[in-house]
């Protein structure tokens, strides 16, 4: 009997030594937790013809919107670790999401490919907000109760995270509403439904809104004129930065065909191009070390959102 399993485990490791080897024969579904017209969207949009490029086979975005980017991590961590379904994904529906709600995935459960990029996070004037400017914002907040009005792609979201914090140290209330991704909200801002929000600089750049500040240490090259809260007495950052993930169980070998190709697309002059016409910053980092970065960020978020009163039950 003990034989007979020794053998059946060196054939299913040869099984999948072969099919690692000829990885990939097929298209690549590539998932995206969030509508189109968003940052992750964009980037994984700017990144696909270079990525498919690399692996030899066509990659197929799909998007799965919803739930502040949970809803579509959570249909890539049910997915055959074949190598055949990976995702785009942001720090927070993998740092931050599982301490909000209960999921079928957390940051120590998925297999982590590479980093793509590293947005510090802007906030963003809505078209017909009634100030121009961020004291102007500040004093329309202080007005009444609820007078600002802001928007964020979920709630949990970073951007929401960051706008609470924003607010308590300002010591006002504001009425929140929640979008199914930066898209969605970046045409309510342009519709004048909503009067500020915070996202990566690709979407005011891509939508031609301006930026109030940026929660960075120094200014932005793509937003010279926007101060950092710090220089507002404000000294709060953000940043939203992700790349590629695949379900838990993803064969060592054919994870580094993936790290390979993502490396070579991130890494060409055609991805960084498109990355800073959208006014975003490239940047490769390999699996373990990506792994490595939004574990230790999951931890911090865990305690953040426990002091803003948000933590599940």
């Not at 940052?39 to 696909?48: E, G, I, K, S, V």
């Not at 949970?70 to 074949?82: K, N, V």
């Not at 209330?173 to 045409?187: D, S, T």
């Not at 960020?297 to 002091?307: D, H, L, Q, R």
Request: glycine share 8%.
């Amino acid at each position: 009997m003990l034989s007979r399993t020794v053998a059946c485990l060196a054939a299913l490791a040869l099984s999948t030594a072969a099919l690692a080897q000829d990885y990939p024969t097929r298209a690549i579904t590539l998932i995206v937790p969030y509508p189109p017209g968003g940052n992750t969207d964009l980037m994984a949009r700017a990144l696909q013809p270079e990525l498919s490029k690399a692996l030899g086979q066509p990659v197929v975005i799909v998007n799965r919107g919803g739930a502040a980017g949970s809803i579509g991590t959570t249909e890539l961590a049910r997915a055959r670790p074949d190598g055949y379904t990976i995702a785009m994904v942001p720090n927070n529906p993998v740092t931050a999401q599982p301490h909000l709600n209960r999921l079928q995935y957390s940051a120590e459960t998925l297999r982590y490919i590479c980093l793509v990029y590293d947005n510090p996070q802007v906030l963003v004037l809505g078209r017909n907000a009634p100030f121009r400017d961020y004291a102007g914002m500040v004093a329309h907040a202080k007005s009444g109760e609820e007078a600002l009005v802001y928007g964020s792609p979920g709630q949990g979201s970073t951007q929401h995270l960051l706008m609470a914090q924003l607010l308590r140290a300002i010591g006002v209330r504001a009425l929140h509403v929640p979008y199914q991704g930066a898209g969605p909200m970046a045409q309510a801002a342009l519709g004048g439904q909503i009067m500020v929000f915070i996202e990566s600089p690709t979407i005011p750049a891509n939508n031609n809104l301006p930026v109030l500040a940026v929660f960075s240490r120094e200014r932005l090259s793509s937003f010279p004129d926007a101060p950092t809260l710090a220089e507002l007495g404000v000294p709060i950052e953000g940043a939203s930065h992700g790349g590629l993930v695949a379900p838990d169980g993803l064969p060592d070998a054919i994870a580094t065909k993936l790290e390979a190709a993502c490396e070579t697309a991130v890494t060409s002059e055609t991805f960084r191009t498109a990355a800073t016409r959208l006014a975003a910053v490239a940047r490769f980092m390999p699996g373990a070390a990506f792994r490595e970065r939004f574990v230790a960020e999951s931890e911090a978020n865990k305690g953040t959102i426990a002091a803003l009163g948000l933590a599940r039950e």
